[in-house]
């Protein structure tokens, strides 16, 4: 399974997009990349996954280059409310056998 | 309301004592995923179930066990409690089919163990 990497932890303010990159060297060609949100106390939301290129939906957007060796999620004007953990994970889903690893995540902080 | 159903929310037993947590998965849902998440170990994955099957094993002790049942609805058994075992469980399922998907997690059971 490919490993991540990503920052500890990050900070930004209010309306500035952010943007935080995950290293995974080792992906495989059948791996996704796919991305989560944590709050403290609750369980990690679904946030994005992508292949390859590029993946945008109402909440953020996921840019993966052609050698696929990282990904960084975007996110456009934050709040207050994005103040949670992110993890990147590299991995085969779905019911073969599946299973995303999570790394240690990146604590983001967003300021006033 | 994330669909994923996990009971109970809370837990407080005793070393040596065992448990049972439920997950019922979202509607549709065949897999059916546990992960630990203690302060000092982050997520771990234990296990994955798919439509009654297991798929997966990761860091499950030997203590622990898990069964998926024909209404898909997914029991992990905790036995033997220890200190260490106290922390965050959380189900999360997946749809089923070839193609990959994200997992939709529970709120999580808080279990305690003193």
């Known amino acids: 399974l490919a490993k991540t990497t990503q920052p500890i932890s990050m900070d930004s303010y209010e309306g500035q997009e952010v943007n935080i990159t995950c290293s995974h060297n080792n992906i495989a060609t059948n791996d996704y990349i796919t991305w989560y949100q944590q709050f403290p106390s609750q369980g990690p939301r679904f946030i994005i996954q992508g292949y390859k290129t590029k993946v945008t939906n109402e909440v953020a957007s996921l840019f993966i280059p052609a050698d696929r060796k990282s990904s960084t999620l975007s996110l456009p004007r934050v709040s207050l409310s994005d103040t949670a953990v992110y993890y990147c994970l590299v991995g085969e889903t779905g019911n073969q056998g599946g299973k995303l690893i999570f790394g240690q995540g990146t604590e983001l902080s967003v300021k006033p | ?114």
């Open chain 2, 1 to 114: 309301d994330s669909g994923v159903t996990q009971t109970p929310k809370h837990l407080i037993t005793a070393t040596g004592q065992r448990v049972t947590l439920r997950c019922s998965p979202r509607s549709g849902d065949l897999s059916v995923y546990w992960y630990q998440q203690s302060l000092d170990q982050g997520l771990q994955f234990l296990i994955h179930y798919y439509n009654g099957e297991e798929r997966a094993k990761g860091n499950i002790l030997e203590r622990f066990s898990a069964q998926q049942f024909p209404d898909l609805h997914s029991e992990l058994n905790l036995s033997s409690l220890e200190l260490g075992d106290s922390a965050l469980y959380f189900c999360a399922s997946s749809a089923g089919g070839d193609r990959v998907y994200g997992y939709t997690f529970g709120s999580g059971t808080r279990l305690t163990v003193v």
